[in-house]
């Protein structure tokens, strides 16, 4: 017998990447106040957490989830068909699709899930679904779990998306983009992808997992700041995970799309409902998101803070107006070799290297918080120049 063994083959396959300085390792934080975490014994100012309005120790969040415990314990014990959909659930289903301007809203238990199951049941073999070459893994794995054509365009390309939805005219389109790209911090031409979308009759689907609580009039997102509404992007997919500081995620649309993800989403209808507590705390961290926009306005101060130093310091980085601030450093060894200085220097910001971006795009993923204050970016910022000076330019 030839045949490979599959766990040597694993074990082969984690050696080459060791060797690419590609290696992944799991660590532990011990301790969270504010913006500092404490990772191996050594305080450290976090600039890699999606918590960016501040709100996941927020005490208010904790009463809700304390209080919904309470009520119901711990676990949902069903899917949400099955008897694990309650209260909890359902009014923050209202309210997200109240704040989002939208129809009806569905929850799932995490944004990747979400994506696999809105994709899932919209696309079957035959259809087309056209994504950005940037767009989250959850949203390319939905495309080819679902049995469609995945064509990807150049990034942010609005025109090279048109080319790829020619390319099939006859099959039914789904067009998916992240609002705000998770690895870049851009945000994608979405009046440019409506408008095509129009005229090629395609579905718009947007991610918009780091657009919501950030983005737009109470923080409603992307969709929300350029003015598209439920015609214009019949699918929009966001989490609870990320500005909201809790965990979940949701789709929201007409009730015709809910009512269809209902009946043919498997990621919905195969598992458990999320805890309702959880949703409980989502609940008023939807409503806090809405009603302190001091946080955004504090973010938008700090990111403006962070662009203006770094650019007086004359580091390069990436077009973005959102928390997400990468600082591109191209390979791989020395993405780790600074992110390890200022992990020593007191900063933690991971290395983001491939696949999770393209090959020789391998950065500092920094992300600013409401959480953080204006001190903590000038150390940011004087550490990464002292870094980068001794460690050669980046
Ligand atoms: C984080 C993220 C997801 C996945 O959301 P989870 O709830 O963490 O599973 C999906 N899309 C984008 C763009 C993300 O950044």
Known sequence: MQRPGLLDRLVQAQAERAQQSLLRRLRTVESVAGSRIIVDGKSLLNFASNDYLGLAQHPALREALARSAARWGVGATASHLLGGHREEHALLEEKLARWTGRER????????????????????AGDVCVQDKLN??????GAQLSGANLKRYAHADATAAERQLISMPEAAALLATDGVFSMDGDIAPLHELAALCKTQHATLMVDDAHGLGVLGTEGAGSLAEAELDQH??????????????????????SASLIDGLIQFAHTHTYTTAIPPALAAAASVA??????????????????????????????????????????LVGGSEDALRISLQMENAGFYI??????????GKARLRITLSAAHEEADIEHLLDALAGTLTRGGAV
């Not at 989250?136 to 794995?141: G, M, R, T, V, Y």
């Not at 214009?232 to 649309?253: N, Y």
């Not at 409503?287 to 700090?302: I, N």
Request: proline share 7%; charged share 20%.
């Open 105 to 124: 809203a569905l929850l799932f238990s995490t944004g990747y899930m979400a994506n696999l199951g809105a994709i899932g049941a919209l696309l079957r």
């Open 136 to 141: 989250h893994a959850s949203l390319l794995d």
């Open 232 to 253: 214009d992007a019949p699918v929009l997919m966001a989490t609870l995970g990320k500005a909201l500081g809790v965990a979940g995620a949701f789709v929201a649309g």
């Open 286 to 327: 939807v409503d806090l998101a809405r009603a302190e926009s001091w946080r955004r306005d504090k973010l938008q101060r700090l990111i403006a803070l962070w662009r203006n130093g770094a650019a007086r310091r004359g580091l390069t980085l990436l077009e973005s107006r959102t928390p997400i601030q990468p600082l």
């Open 350 to 359: 991971p290395a983001i290297r491939p696949p999770t971006v393209p090959a």
